[in-house]
């Protein structure tokens, strides 16, 4: 039997299971470097790492060889390198040592390991490492417990060949996104409020407390207010007097301002100036490519999807923050949870844009969202055909997702037009000058043209409206 060379990791056993020695008893073992061995030259004790292709792990263990009476003392090619133990292990071992062979060890052949002034051991002195417990693949995919379908759809067959009659976008973070996080802007306009002179936490602390102040208003209103009788923007001011309530604020008196008249102005920029303008907002990269090669798609193409649409948890102004980014015309209409009356994952608003085009099937219909929780599972719950586009770019599903849930993960919106073969030979790559795949010079460009109307209402912007880097003069 061929022994490893590893490393000098001192283990110490009470008792040896049986599996374990009969898997490095009988199996032929890969060495490890170029050192073979045969235990019979040194009464000594080395400390071996073996390498079982049964289990596929590597077993630390300890081997005995007793030197034998015709070895050749000179010759120290193959004798068993000597551990290094610590201090405290130094003194010589008085135990008797276990002969190896070929066949299978008995438990009871194998004495327990007794040393003078030192502790037994615990039966469970052996731990195996996380790393010794992976299951190496060699090559393989790793098996876990999300396999297609999921992931996947798309690939087996469990939605239709066709292309879906209405393919609808969650409008955040697949087609628009925020230039920032949240908590700059609650920091930056009361910031400004002040002419930039009071002392504030950093942005962090005010994204932390909009997302708490956010799930409240959600939980006692939701749909944005629609169903308690009060404004999107009665709503929104809900959100913003709890966010600034939650942040610590120290600076002397600004507490005392807000809560008497400064709160009203600070609101009012971030509900029109910010929110509702490319101040807050940005198209995503590649998504007006994406949306243009998916417009002619569905125009060009007589078997293309009907209609394409926005379908997001938000209020009206979606279609004025479309607009200010000229993306509106490139949808057939919007709907907002705000205007409908639900939200996702609610079915009732999947029902209501298939009954927009008096789609009966929902396995014709398609649902592109960066949102797991509410547009995947809503969609695969009422059966649409969810695609999920994780914000970060990397192909995640996250921890703790119903392994029953089935939907499609891409990588971006041409991901979408791959399944179909619709997608460009070569797309723009965003550097300092934008260049194609190929190299060529090109620039974006919208490609669908401007005649297009929504049939829904927009909430007109304000007129010389000013930016926050304008000075304090909006407030």
Known sequence: MRILAGSHVILSLLSIPQQIVSAFTTTPVVPFGSLSVEPNRNEKIAFKRIYN?????????????????????????????????????KKEIKSEPIPISAEPVSLESVPPLTQPNTPQLMRNSIKTSPAELMPRNRGKIMVSKYMPPQGEAWKEGIFPKDPPKLICIDAFDTIIQLRCEMGWYFRDILHEATDYCARLLPPEHYTEAFNKAYAEVNKECPCFGVRDGITSKEWWMKVTKKTYDYVDITEPGLREELDEWLLEDVFDVLFHDVFMTDEAWEIKSGAVEAMSFLKKWRDDDSEGPIALCVLSNYDERMHAILDELDMLDAFDFV???????????????????????????????????????????GASKANWHPVYLPISGEQDIPTGADPSIIFSMLGDLFGVLHIWDK????????????????????FHEKVWDETDESDSDIISLPEDRTKSWEGPGRL
């Not at 205007?339 to 927009?356: H, K, N, T």
């Not at 997608?423 to 090109?442: F, M, Q, W, Y």
């Open 53 to 89: 292709n049964d289990t596929l792990r590597w077993l630390n263990t300890i081997i005995y060889a007793k030197k034998g009476k015709k070895g050749n003392e000179n010759d120290k090619s193959d004798l068993i390198p000597e551990s290094k133990p610590s201090s405290e292990v």
């Open 423 to 442: 997608e460009p030979e070569n797309r723009l790559i965003d550097t300092c000058k934008p260049v194609l795949e190929n190299g060529i010079s090109a």
């Open 335 to 377: 709907l907002t949870s705000r205007e409908i009356g639900s939200e996702l994952p609610q079915r009732a608003a999947f029902q209501v844009a298939m009954a927009r085009l008096g789609i009966t099937d929902p396995k014709h219909c398609m649902l592109v969202t960066a949102d797991f929780d509410n547009g995947v599972v």
